[in-house]
């Protein structure tokens, strides 16, 4: 009565070689197939001749081996095609009565059903970690592709940039410029600037997100920061479209100076080119942290956006990519701080926080990962 529901159950799983593999791949498959079909069915021949010296529980585990060993090296259908036919064999040669696919007993039943229950819980675990070998596999590879992305960035780009740059600044300090070709100079030069920023953000976030990036902390005082950030925007600063505030009792903080006028550095470009005139930067003690925050008169990020603001290549105009908030964002967290962006009619404030320690003369500089316990 079951010999029909068996042959139906084999031929089906016979029939389930995979037809979307080509060329050699396809003759793989069918090898698998019919190795197992072959080792099986030696096996079960073996046991059969054995059989009298053999426990039951001895022959399960010889079948389990094999489907184990099934799913590890082949295709999660030829481990179920496994799991069936060592049912098969195991039902027609070695339980009782022999050369018949009817049991004595629904109970000698158990065994060879535990090989489809494991052939088919092996199965999917094998597919399961071949994927997670391959996903692995196409993330090292777009590690790979990141590395080279970089130094072509950090060396194919930046050269001739400085060259340009250079070629500006020397232009500029010609005094036979007109007003017209001076002015064009300029905006060459400012843009310039901001490309150089933009390649130097990419480094960072790409430094960022491998937990390459190094701190190089030190006592610092923050309105030489914001003097130098200023100092990018000499027209906007002399025309009082930007300008700064500065506590005189701010204490020494200590922070990567380099890092932290990058942050600003993004805050202060964001501004001015996304905002409203003036822009303000103001730097102050609150409690145990020293705020450092840029404020303009624009009416700020609309309030469907304001949940990616940090998030890398979120950007809410055609003018950016997205990268400068979530440079600022990673720089900041690097140092224990936080950043946050507050919104009201006619305002628009971006805050950086930096945790702040009573100063003490060691006299060294420290160098630190940036996610070493931060």
């Known amino acids: 009565m079951l010999c029909p529901v068996y042959c139906a159950m084999l031929v089906s799983l016979l029939m389930r070689v995979p037809t979307n593999f080509s060329g050699r791949w396809r003759v793989r498959v069918v090898w698998q197939y019919a190795t197992i079909f072959v080792v099986v069915l030696g096996l079960t021949l073996a046991l059969y001749a054995i059989r009298p010296y053999l426990a039951d529980a001895n022959v399960s585990l010889l079948y389990l081996l094999v489907v184990l060993f099934c799913a590890a090296v082949t295709q999660p259908g030829v481990t179920l095609f496994c799991g069936v036919w060592s049912f098969l064999c195991y039902d027609f040669l070695l339980i009782p009565p022999a050369f018949a696919l009817q049991p004595e007993s629904p109970l000698q039943l158990l065994d060879p059903l535990t090989f489809l229950v494991v052939a088919l819980v092996a199965g999917a675990l094998a597919e399961r970690s071949r994927q997670h070998a391959s996903l692995i596999a196409v993330y090292r590879e777009a590690e790979q592709f990141r590395a080279t992305l970089l130094h072509l960035v950090s060396h194919n780009l930046r050269t001739p940039l400085a060259v340009i740059k250079t070629a500006l600044t020397s ?43 190094q701190l190089h902390e030190d006592w610092n005082a923050l309105d030489e920061v914001i003097s130098v950030v200023l100092a990018r925007w000499p027209r906007a600063t002399s025309d009082g479209v930007l300008s700064a505030r500065v506590s005189p009792t701010l204490p020494l903080v200590r922070f990567d100076f380099d890092l932290i006028e990058a942050a600003l550095t993004n805050l202060v470009d964001n501004a001015l080119r996304h905002g409203h005139p003036p822009v303000q930067v103001t730097a102050q003690k609150c409690a145990d942290e020293i705020w450092i925050s840029v404020q303009d008169a624009g009416p700020g990020v609309p309030e469907p956006d304001r949940a990616r603001l940090f998030t890398r290549f979120s950007s809410t105009t055609s003018k950016g990519i997205g990268l400068g908030l979530a440079v600022c964002k990673g720089l900041i967290e690097a140092h224990g701080g936080r950043v946050w962006a507050e919104f009201s009619p006619g305002q628009t404030r971006f805050t950086l926080a930096l945790p702040f320690k009573p100063y003490s003369d060691d006299g060294a500089t420290h160098d630190s990962p940036a996610d070493s316990g931060r």
Request: hydrophobic content about 45%; proline content about 2%.
């Open 171 to 213: 232009l500029l300090d010609m005094p036979t410029l007109s007003g017209e070709s001076r002015q064009l100079l300029l905006d060459a030069n400012q843009e310039a600037d901001h490309l150089n920023r933009l390649i130097n953000n990419v480094l960072r976030l790409s430094r960022l997100e491998a937990h390459a990036l």
